[in-house]
DNA sequence: CCACATAGTGCCACTGAGTGGCATTAGCTT
DNA sequence: AAGCTAATGCCACTCAGTGGCACTATGTGG
């Protein structure tokens, strides 16, 4: 599933054989990231992609499952984070959805800063571009969120007998997300920060009880 | 792109030429179906397929763009009907994710009863197993819930600056026809109706506001 | 009734993603 | 240093999807 824990910020103590994977995993990410924003997703055959790194093209699908996995990494990372984060966490008397959006601020927080908003806003461009890693990255979130609903059920008492609010309430969560990675790779500032990726999750979560009441007018111009 | 009108109920009168078209698309769609369903989703190739229908592998491509896309026609035709009746509808007075409910149904009752709703209920089953159609499925949501987003800005005086409330609306929407549809399909009850989905649907909406005032508590089980 | 234009189709060859199997290498162990 | 095992490379294979061209059938004008 090529779901590999994120680098752990101080782990270079690791044996040589896991810290040369972890290296051609980075590698390959890198790489394929750069080509697929030059070359184009399609424009880049596996092969050449594999001649670049020096790795055959068996060996990449040991690291990921799909061509568009490897440039989804960076977002699985944190959605990763999110989860282990979701695990620990005490629910200290707020509403489910208010402890999702902590959760996930916290796990956005652990994410290494330098570089890794920058993999996240190329990523993001290429799934505008390219419906299939589009496709693969919100199945990706379903699958999550899913993870996410087992675990909420396994923990905590939900007074929720369907579970269909609670279910609701990570599809928001997703939402949200969603919509706060679009506004914040649109923002026009050069270098794309972590922190200003918090803010639009912010944003985001702040403008959820407005979809509830949010009525419609017909516009104005009559004619 | 293979979104072609969902078989208008009284359309008999065309030309000779269309008729056959749509009699071709229709058998490879219930052909398909019935092959994913027995034989697997990897475990049917396109050759055979096609085979079966009588019918090259470069004409299937006239019909679909892609594999998962003949079974996903039903749902597809669902969601054309929904866009269909929001392009009309008049905003009366209610709010956005109501009337955004409202259309939702009155394209559900516009769905050909008999054979629609077992197509749907195979596709989804499909769905649940094959994770490429998985992704095809969302990533077309998510398609759909852009293009209702562009028409609504087009429409309607929305209230909403930044959009993001209404965006987030529509996101709600389709999450809550996920659930309908994941809750309708787990029914026991052999001949799956599509007034029950309908039922489903009015749950899932209702559950929503649930989904932001929701609270959690630890579980009561102490160690 | 007979061309004629043209949409739709079949056939064939080709690219490229993804997999299975087995030999080989490189890191770890004692 | 010898041996064990995980990781890798290599090769051949399947199958989804595409491009190109020839062919057929439908609808149209003489």
């Given at each position: 599933m090529s779901t590999a824990p994120p680098p752990s910020s101080t782990a270079d103590q690791l044996p040589l054989r896991e810290r040369k994977k972890l290296r051609t995993r980075q590698t390959l990410i890198d790489t394929a990231l750069e080509r697929f924003t030059t070359d184009g997703f399609d424009g880049t055959t596996l092969d050449r992609l594999c001649a670049a790194v020096e790795v055959s093209k068996r060996t990449f699908f040991r690291y990921f499952s799909s061509k568009e996995d490897v440039a989804m990494a960076p977002t699985q990372d944190l959605w990763t984070a999110f989860l282990d984060d979701l695990e620990i966490r005490?629910?200290?008397?707020?509403t489910l959805l208010a402890m999702l959006q902590d959760t996930l601020l916290a796990a956005l927080e652990r994410m290494p800063d330098e570089g890794w908003a920058h993999r996240v806003l190329l990523s993001h461009r290429l799934t505008a571009t390219t419906p299939s890693m589009d496709a693969h990255g919100l199945q990706f979130c379903d699958r999550t969120s899913r993870q996410a609903m087992t675990l909420l059920g396994r923990r905590f008492e939900l007074a929720d007998p369907q579970g269909l609010s609670s279910r609701l309430a990570l599809d928001l969560l997703v939402a949200a997300f969603h919509r706060a990675l679009e506004r914040w790779a649109a923002?026009?500032?050069?270098?794309?920060?972590r922190d200003d990726l918090a803010v639009h999750v912010r944003d985001a979560f702040a403008a959820i009880p407005g979809s509830l009441t949010l009525r419609v007018e017909p516009r104005s111009e009559r004619r």
């Open positions: 005490e629910p200290d008397h707020q923002e026009p500032g050069t270098p794309p920060a």
